[in-house]
């Protein structure tokens, strides 16, 4: 039996895992720090309120034994890599494998040329993270409720970087403050979303379909949106833009960009500007480690880079898993050809706007149905999985 080690539990990480563990001819070992899975996908929801940690968390114990063959999970963070001896090293445990997969991920990146965006800045790849912001959002509703001498109180809530998951926040929390003014009255209207980015328009690379339904979205919901405007620096209480424009805020969150996780080892491998590792055209970094997800490059068939979303990571870790029960049957692999089916944005309440397929265009409530279908999906193959592993472990 082959040992086949998991570094990761993220969208490849669990998506590899549901491929490989019908095949009794491997055992799978599951690493991972935190003692749940997150769904980053969802965070939008969460941070706005939306959302319950029930949502967005799932335990990975219970998860691991709702398979007819339990998945060992060692809640531990793997420190480095020897490939010599296909062994990983833990703070306290040295495990051994045949085949290694690594999907550590991403972490945000606060780049190092924006002043004190490490150190005001929320992120939203870590839920601790996500959870504070809600806190704060949360306690920001409340006190426009609950004290009067607040009102007249201009509170501003910047979203740094109007990729996918800015624009879904910026967009649920607008809602969310709409649907308060019921609660809190025209105090509602002094609480305002901003959304900056440096780029010509907002979804840079997206097609003019969602951009454009997407732009007028975030305007009917009044998100002020600030493009071509580049951060300067931060500190406590105000954003620098480099237009010499300054912008008072209470809180702010940054999703302008991602740094790759990745782990220290012998092996001679190359890594981009964001870190990713830059695998061959089979995954691989090695003879018999393998790469998924965030953490590493993911081309289409045309070489063109894929981004870096749950449906890439998926993708990537459905071909690993094919392409590691094709080397024990001796078989040749072929070049990973991933692409993206479609794509959807969450704007806020019972709004979306999507592609499938690169021609079936949809917005409005019929786009948040095929999103929520899709997500509900995914959701709920985990907790069933989750269900019978929790009823098992209790009997």
């Known amino acids: 039996m082959k040992k086949v080690a998991i570094i990761g539990a993220g969208y490849g990480g669990l998506r590899a895992i549901e491929k490989l563990v019908d095949n009794e001819d491997f055992s799978l070992y599951l690493f991972d720090e935190n003692s749940y899975h997150y769904l980053q996908t969802e965070a939008y929801g969460y ?34 890599i020897n ?75 910047v979203i740094g970087g109007a990729g996918l998951s800015g624009v879904e926040i910026a967009a649920e929390m607008s809602h969310v403050v709409k649907k308060h003014s019921k609660s809190i009255g025209e105090s509602a209207a002094e609480i305002q979303i901003y959304l900056i980015d440096a780029s010509d328009t907002i979804l840079p690379g997206m097609s003019d379909h969602i951009i454009k339904h997407t732009q007028k979205r975030l305007n009917d919901l009044g998100v002020f949106t600030m493009t071509k405007s580049f951060i300067d620096k931060i500190d406590a209480n105000t954003v620098y833009l480099k237009d010499n424009k300054e912008l008072n805020y209470t809180f702010m969150i940054f999703t302008g960009g991602i740094l790759a996780n990745t782990i220290d080892s012998d092996i001679d491998y190359n890594t981009n500007r964001i870190n990713q590792y830059i695998c061959d055209i089979t995954q691989r970094i090695s003879e018999n480690i393998f790469t998924v997800g ?102």
């Open 47 to 80: 941070i706005a309120g939306r959302f319950d940690l029930d949502d967005v968390a799932l335990d990975l114990k219970n998860w691991c034994h709702g398979f007819k063959h339990p998945i060992t999970f060692v809640q531990q963070r793997v420190k480095y």
């Open 294 to 395: 965030d953490c590493c490059e993911i081309k289409d068939k045309n070489n063109k880079l894929l981004p870096p979303t749950a449906q890439t990571a998926e993708k990537s870790a459905e071909y690993v898993a094919d392409a590691i029960e094709r080397l024990i049957q001796g078989k040749e692999l072929k070049p990973f050809s991933g692409r993206i089916d479609g794509l959807f944005v969450a704007l806020g309440g019972h709004f979306a706007v999507g592609e499938l397929f690169n021609f079936i265009k949809v917005k409005g409530y019929i786009a948040y149905i095929l999103k929520k279908l899709i997500t509900k999906s995914y959701y709920i193959g985990l907790k069933l999985r989750l269900n019978t592993g929790f009823k098992k472990r209790k009997g």
């Open 83 to 157: 490939s010599k001896d296909q062994t990983l090293k833990t703070k306290s445990g040295t495990y051994d494998y045949d085949y290694l997969i690594i999907a550590t991920g991403a972490k945000t990146n606060f780049f190092s040329f924006i002043e004190g965006m490490d150190k005001f800045g929320y992120g939203v790849k870590k839920l601790f993270r996500s959870h504070s912001f809600r806190t704060s959002f949360e306690n920001l509703l409340y006190e426009k409720l609950e004290n009067p001498s607040t009102k007249g109180k201009k509170i501003n809530l």
